[in-house]
């Protein structure tokens, strides 16, 4: 899958990530199609957009022409098979379970059409636990974006052994298409490179031995500031909930 190629995006749960994840694709120019299994979720993540495009008219941010075509682009069912179907990329925000995540991505290697990419906004799990329940490990990667979906810029496209360098080289192209800045995180790591940055003390760290990211300080920068938005005290809470995976195991 080339970039020109993508047309078409899926976002696959519509929680605290998915919903933004999806109104930044289709801010870009993405046909997306944002499916929760939870119909309230759908709901919810409706009005966040219903909302959210008419005050950025009223804050002369956008046209009303501009945010009546990025709501047009948008559409929201609880049906994978018809959110998957003519995806071109398909990014999973679900729940942080290794059975869920790997039943949907077997799903949708079923659903999606051959040449999608599928992507995982996973945090922890990393693409190469996921790969193996899809017939096409190649396009399986790890497309890991910071909360809040709509503000933070920066993004990790953890490239495994088993992912390609098309699939790589289009999944950078896709983040620098809808306005994020991309890291290109090229080992296999137990979790995103930004996660383990963030847990200084950590034996899973040493795992975490190469990578490589576009040598511009605005893109230094933002791996500088995501893991310190972490650390905002707003966001301790999340401290513990985080260091545990990677210690425990
Ligand atoms: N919250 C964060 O700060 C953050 C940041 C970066 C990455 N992530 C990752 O993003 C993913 C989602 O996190 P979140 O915070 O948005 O979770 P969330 O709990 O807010 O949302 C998950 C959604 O998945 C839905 N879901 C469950 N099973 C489903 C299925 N079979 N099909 C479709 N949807 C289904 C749930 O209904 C829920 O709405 C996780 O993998 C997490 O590691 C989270």
Known sequence: MKIDDVK???VVGAGNMGHQIA????????????????????EKAQKFVDNYLP???QKGKMTEEEAS??????????????AAKDADVVIEAVLER??????IFADLDKIAPEGAILATNSSFIVSSRIADATRRPDRVCNLHFFNPALV??????????????ETAKCMMDFCLKIDKIPVHVKKK??????????VPVTRRLS?????????????????FTAPAIRWDPSACWISPVSIWPMISA
Not at 211 to 221: E, G, L
């Open 8 to 10: 078409n995006v899926c």
């Open 23 to 42: 109104l930044q694709c289709a801010l870009s120019g993405f046909k997306t199609i944002s499916t929760d299994v939870v119909p309230a979720v759908l």
């Open 55 to 57: 005050g950025r008219v």
């Open 69 to 82: 075509a990025v709501r047009s682009r948008i559409s929201f069912t609880t049906d994978l098979s018809d």
């Open 98 to 103: 290794i059975d869920l995540k790997r039943k």
């Open 152 to 165: 933070m810029k920066l993004v990790e496209v953890v490239q495994g052994p088993h992912v390609s360098d």
């Open 189 to 198: 790591l137990t979790t995103s490179f930004s996660t383990a940055f963030s």
């Open 207 to 223: 795992g975490c031995s190469k990578w490589a990211w576009p040598h511009t300080k605005t893109s230094t920068r933002h791996v």
